[in-house]
């Protein structure tokens, strides 16, 4: 009991660490967060298809190259039209609608979905250009 009573504050410091991992775990669980070299490579070395998830306003202003504009609410339709085999990126502003989207395609039996972790702010921090 002196133990615990001496280390309190070290043993919060342990329990709030622990909760933040195993919260990154959980969040992260549904699709494949990748950053901006993994997603360039996926695209370059593996021919990945590009959906960007923002509003077409948005995607006007500036877009990865090769992507395709679509909307959150189509993209199971649009991933029916991907060759199998073809490993798909998912783009959004920050990574979050990206995230989920992926999470939702992977649950539906395509293993092979990733959302830009950032999405394009993280794209536009690295200094990547995009395409208008």
């Not at 199998?84 to 395609?105: E, Y």
Request: charged share 15%.
């Amino acid at each position: 009991m002196n133990f615990i009573s001496q280390n309190v504050f070290l043993i919060l410091i342990a329990a709030a660490a622990g909760g933040l991992l195993l919260w990154d775990a959980i969040r992260g669980r549904g699709g494949n967060a990748i950053g901006t070299l993994e997603a360039t490579q996926l695209i370059n070395q593996k021919g990945a298809q590009v959906a960007d998830l923002r509003a077409d306003k948005a995607f006007r202003a500036g877009h990865l190259p090769a992507s395709k504009n679509v909307l959150p609410d189509r993209v199971q339709t649009w991933v029916a039209s991907v060759e199998t085999g073809k490993p798909i990126l998912l783009v959004c502003d920050n990574g979050l609608a990206s995230q989920k989207a992926a999470a939702a395609l992977k649950a539906a039996g395509r293993p092979d979905v990733y959302s830009l972790k950032g999405g394009i702010d993280a794209w536009v921090q690295a200094g990547i250009p995009l395409v208008k």
